[in-house]
């Protein structure tokens, strides 16, 4: 059974930093594309960043340079590094899983498994 579970939200300040992790299981993630969306109150969900089986990277024009994706292929999880943190980078973030892709899209339609997601507050 797929199950994508993430961890590591919560409230931080202007410029902090906060680390989510999507713990995958049922399959193994470095075998699939993986992406990391997010999605604000009232707005549509948004990629943020993905990592395609071969390891090439994407990211989201907002987030470039201030986040960035890694994958821990032996405990079979992927992060998400978020530093110099905005309010406008609150939000529920959710990982997923492209299965059949030949490359990793920031496309949230091209996703075959979703975690429950993590909220991610930035606040003062």
């Known amino acids: 059974q797929v199950q994508l579970v993430e961890s590591g939200g919560g409230l931080v300040q202007p410029g902090g930093s906060l680390r989510l992790s999507c713990a995958a299981s049922?399959?193994?993630?470095?075998?699939?594309?993986m992406g990391w969306f997010r999605q604000a109150p009232g707005k549509e969900r948004e990629g943020v960043a993905c990592?395609?089986?071969?390891?090439?990277?994407r990211y989201g024009d907002s987030v470039m340079g201030r986040f960035t994706l890694s994958r821990d292929n032996a405990k079979n999880t992927v992060y998400l590094q978020m530093n110099s943190l905005k309010p406008e980078d609150t939000a529920v973030y959710y990982c997923?899983?492209?299965?059949?892709?030949?490359?990793?899209?920031?496309?949230?339609?091209?996703?075959?498994?979703w975690g429950k997601g993590t909220l991610v507050t930035v606040s003062s």
């Open positions: 997923a899983t492209d299965w059949y892709g030949s490359n990793c899209w920031l496309e949230p339609d091209a996703m075959d498994y």
């Open positions: 049922g399959f193994t993630l470095d075998n699939y594309n």
């Open positions: 990592i395609s089986r071969s390891g090439i990277t």
